[in-house]
């Protein structure tokens, strides 16, 4: 129904920026909100970012250094990212939430992008 490739990932040093993009294809009228998601090694996948009804929330880790935007015209979501830190290194996955039925919804996810941040 949706697919979503994402892009943008990297190696920085402390300090540096990133920013990524996912560009969702197919049934895209079927979306309703959208978000970045990351996973490191050994731990459990966290919210990030969401965007959703005009509105962003972001983990109170990266609150203040991180910028969920949409390009409705273009499907594309991006998450700019600055002064990262090594702590922000992780897997980031792209993902939008579905409405398909009145009362139901699925979520679809990208591959994934690998963010390194090191000296």
């Known amino acids: 129904q949706v697919q979503l490739v994402e892009s943008g990932g990297g190696s920085v040093q402390p300090g540096g920026s990133l920013r990524l993009s996912c560009t969702a294809s197919?049934?895209?009228?079927?979306?309703?909100?959208m978000g970045w998601y990351r996973q490191a090694p050994g731990k459990e996948r966290e919210m990030v970012a969401i965007?959703?009804?005009?509105?962003?929330n972001y983990a109170d880790s990266v609150q203040g250094r991180f910028a969920i935007s949409r390009d409705n015209a273009k499907n594309t979501l991006y998450l700019q990212m600055d002064r990262l830190k090594p702590v922000d290194t992780a897997a980031y996955y792209c993902e939008a939430k579905l409405t398909v039925s009145i009362e139901a919804t699925v979520d679809s996810w990208g591959q994934g992008t690998q963010v390194t941040v090191s000296s």
């Open positions: 197919g049934r895209t009228y079927q979306i309703s909100g």
């Open positions: 965007s959703s009804g005009g509105s962003a």
